[in-house]
């Protein structure tokens, strides 16, 4: 590999301008890809044999006509000086409604004020039903008075008739009076008959009264479950308009949501504030804002501070700002084939940015460095590409791997991220092993500083006049044991109270409230919250299976019965009865939690949904409850990753250990750079569980609210911290090898090579975390503690794990720390990470012929 680096590295400063407009062509053909090709990014996240969707999507099949079956998205409105709504700001907001409703994706647009009207008018029907009952219960009351004293004078008649007969057969003129006897008797049974129909159409009144009166009590049940979930604040100033989509939000036209915001904010309603959620936004691709800026623009600063050149600035950032471009449109440009989610183009640009600029100043580095010895710039540029664009190679083979372990987990959105992430490396790879000796060729020397090219020509005057040049200062003593041990024991301390509240962790999904305090978003939830309470917030669907054969009615009852039970849980705001099925087995309930969408009550209360049963131990226990929505979602998916978190962190873990085994031909130093790395990844989660989920400095970054940690956050920090650790370890810990295998002590090999690597480590960590604390401050509530996670965790890394830690412990090791059975030995392949190979006199014609060519005797 170092070889075939060698001759890449030539060519590509021979034809150094074909190379650069090779990449500045892919870069046009990548516009031209998203152009052609972009779709439309989420923050929707989807995985396999989520519970929830198999509820939702029982949901969609049992009600299939009714208002489940799509999406909603729900606009906050307000007025602006607390006051009730006035006729006039009502009307205004129909009208807006009946024109967002004309927008083609738009099924219905539920009148908040509509619903208040309904439920008054529903109580005043309740209020007619029941006076008509009682009207009906009095007639019903009056004929039984009636009827009851007509068939007591019926039956006395017939005792007197039965009597006459009887009489008259002791008598013996029974036969005389036979006529008139039959004549009274069916005078007797024809009243009777009338009696009897009297009391049966009595009967029917009084079963017609009762079941019209359980009837009136089931309406004003089911008015008083919508009412709790009325539409209208009690203080008639804030109000929720909730548009229905035919079909899930997802898959609506971007153009179409975007001519729906487009309508709500050329409304002028006045008094009145609008207030869209999230859902109505277009998901775009966040990429650069000034926070960004500023973090590039420190980079830049470590740059020249580092290499004193604004040529040898401009080139590391060109490389990166070149490579990331193409890598992120690329990417984007992809979303029109793939489920792809808004983040995923951020992380690609995060890390492309960073690496980009990295391993470019690998490479220059080890460039100007052989440059100040003396040599050429055609003989160094190929070997500063076979030599340190190997290392490259290697760093970036370690990140790429790490991110692609990503599919791994089982989930297909963590899976893009990785991949796209790992093509955004493999692409700043690509760039630092061509673009960069390209850019080398056509700076020249002009590479060096001048103060720098002056001291070379003295250098080279006193060479020739046969003085001695000058030599670095070598160290010829290591560290003290002391030393060593107070090293470990404030290093260690250090990341013990850094991963201190990694111990609370909580894994969820962003809600509004984490959004920026300056956008309608969070204003929208909070004053949903101010208005009706949090869980107004995050209301979930519960689906319950009925018992069989249950009728019209007592189904209806059953349903309302469950709501009832349900809305008595001291989590529970309201329960509102939804839908019902045509066969009356499955009902619909929305439920209105107390608290909002990501707070620990809610999380326990859909889990009591589904791994218990809030109706266990009632007469309603036979109905079998599962749960849909949101929050119900969200808690799945969080468990989800919080499970497929352990096997990947092994995972990592152990190829970190495989890896470096192979490099460093060593089994300690392995176990002490990993356990290195879990305790930079601990301290990097303590500091984001302690911002965003504590809420300590909160006032420094742009995100409204403490809430969970961001679900798959630690999961793309594990892959990324765990490549660029790997990346830190190899240059410091090369240097330790080879000073070894020179035959140094082995304390003194870990200082010296500690010393060799430390500037190149420190650069690229200030350059890669003033990067990755751009995104820390950006508005984005899901890029932003990704960014903060991977600057903590790159910071510890390498000042205190890779710079402190680990030297400190191998001191303290001694000999063993390079210790490898000869067994193991043999089997390993041998891996020259640092092209030692290359390192050895070049050919004097050749190295002029090519100088020529490359530019090296340019001013």
């Known amino acids: 590999m170092a070889l075939l680096l060698h001759r890449l590295g030539r060519l590509a400063a021979r034809r150094a301008k074909t190379v650069i407009a090779s990449w500045f062509a892919l870069l046009l053909l990548a516009f031209a890809a998203v152009a052609g090709f972009g779709g439309q990014l989420t923050t929707e996240i989807s995985l396999p044999e989520l519970e929830t969707l198999e509820v939702a999507d029982r949901v969609a099949e049992e009600f299939p006509d009714s208002e489940l079956a799509g999406g909603s998205a729900d606009v906050v409105v307000r007025t602006t000086n607390e006051a009730p709504f006035t006729e006039d700001q009502e009307s205004a907001l129909r009208q807006l409604m009946e024109r ?87 005078e007797l049974d024809q009243a009777l008959t009338e009696i009897e129909a009297a009391e049966q159409d009595l009967e029917q009144a009084e079963r017609e009264h009762t079941e019209g009166g359980a009837e009136l009590e089931r309406a ?142 690998f490479i220059l580095y080890r460039h100007r460095t052989q440059l100040k010895q003396g040599m050429s710039v055609a003989d160094s540029i190929p070997l500063a590409n076979g030599t340190a664009g190997n290392a490259v190679m290697f760093a970036g083979a370690t990140v790429i791997i790490a991110l692609l372990a990503l599919n791994v987990t089982g989930l297909p959105f963590l899976g893009m991220m990785g991949t796209a992430g790992a093509f955004c490396v493999a692409i700043a790879v690509l760039m630092a092993i061509t673009m960069t000796p390209a850019l080398l060729s056509l700076a020249g020397p002009r590479i060096l500083a001048r103060r720098e090219r002056r001291a070379l020509e003295e250098v080279r005057d006193d060479a020739v006049a046969g003085g001695t040049p000058a030599r670095e200062i070598a160290i010829d003593r290591p560290m003290s044991t002391p030393k060593a041990i107070g090293v470990v024991a404030l290093s260690l301390l250090g990341l013990a109270v850094l991963a201190v509240p990694t111990l609370d962790l909580r894994l969820g999904l962003p809600d509004n409230s984490a959004q920026p305090e300056d956008t309608a978003p969070y204003q929208a939830y909070h004053a949903t919250a101010e208005a009706f309470g949090a869980g107004w917030n995050g209301p979930f669907l519960a689906v319950a299976d009925l018992p069989g054969g249950l009728g019209d009615e007592t189904a209806e009852q059953y349903r309302i019965d469950i709501a009832e039970e349900l809305g008595r849980h001291p989590d529970i705001v309201s329960v509102m009865p939804v839908a019902l099925n045509d066969e009356k087995t499955v009902a619909a309930f929305q439920i209105i939690p107390v608290d909002g969408p990501t707070a620990e009550s809610t999380e326990a209360l859909v889990h009591e949904f589904r791994d218990g049963d809030p109706l266990e131990g009632t007469r309603l226990d036979d109905a079998e409850l599962s749960v849909a929505g949101w929050p119900a979602a969200n808690i799945d998916i969080s468990d989800i990753i919080a499970d497929a978190l352990p096997l990947y962190l092994v995972l990592v873990i152990a190829l970190s250990l495989v890896l470096m085994i192979m490099v460093f031909r060593s089994l300690l130093l392995p176990v002490i750079a990993t356990l290195g790395f879990v305790g930079s990844f601990a301290g990097a989660m303590g500091a984001v569980v302690a911002v965003y989920q504590w809420g300590w400095f909160g006032g420094l970054f742009p995100f409204g609210d403490p809430g969970p940690v961001l679900t798959f956050m630690p999961v793309l920090a594990v892959g990324v911290l765990f490549g660029l650790a790997m990346d830190y370890q190899l240059f410091t810990a090369s240097g330790m090898r080879e000073a070894y295998a020179r035959g140094s002590d082995p304390r003194l090999a870990v200082r010296q090579g500690l010393r060799a690597g430390r500037s190149v480590v420190v650069a690229a960590a200030l350059i890669m975390a003033s990067i990755f604390a751009g995104f820390a401050f950006s508005p984005d509530p899901m890029s932003a503690p990704l960014g903060l996670g991977l600057t903590v965790g790159v910071l510890i890394d390498a000042f205190v794990v890779r710079l402190l830690l680990v030297p400190a412990l191998l001191h303290l090791c001694g000999p063993a720390a390079w210790y490898l059975p000869k067994w193991l030995d043999r089997i390993l392949p041998g891996v020259d990470v640092e092209g030692a190979a290359l390192e050895r006199p070049q050919p004097t014609k050749a190295s002029d012929e090519s100088s020529e060519r490359v530019g090296a005797d340019r001013p």
């Open 100 to 186: 967002l409703e004309d927008h083609e994706p738009v099924t219905t647009v539920a009148d908040p004020f509509a619903t208040e009207t309904d439920i008054a008018a529903g109580y005043d029907e309740i209020d007619t039903g029941r006076e008509e009952l009682d009207s009906a219960r009095a007639e019903i009351d009056t004929a039984r008075e009636e009827t009851e004293p007509a068939r007591e004078q019926i039956e006395g008649a017939q005792e007197d008739l039965d009597e006459a007969i009887e009489q008259a057969r002791d008598d013996g003129t029974r036969e005389a009076a036979a006529a008139e006897f039959e004549q009274r008797q069916e």
């Open 220 to 361: 004003e049940a089911m008015l008083e479950l919508v009412e709790d979930a009325a539409l209208v604040s009690d203080s008639g100033d804030t109000a929720i308009i909730t548009l229905r989509f035919d079909g899930e939000l997802d898959g609506v036209d971007p153009e179409r949501l975007n001519e729906l915001t487009d309508t709500l904010t050329e409304a002028d309603i006045d008094g009145v504030e609008l207030l869209a959620g999230e859902e109505l936004s277009v998901q775009e691709p966040h990429l650069m804002s000034i926070v960004e800026v500023i973090g590039l623009v420190v980079a830049t600063v470590v740059l020249f501070v580092m290499l004193g050149t604004f040529i040898g600035v401009g080139l590391p950032l060109l490389n990166a700002l070149l490579g990331v471009g193409v890598g992120v449109l690329l990417t984007v440009s992809a979303s029109a084939f793939v489920d792809m989610m808004a983040i995923t183009p951020t992380l690609g640009l995060m890390l492309g940015l960073a690496v980009g600029i990295d391993y470019a100043l």
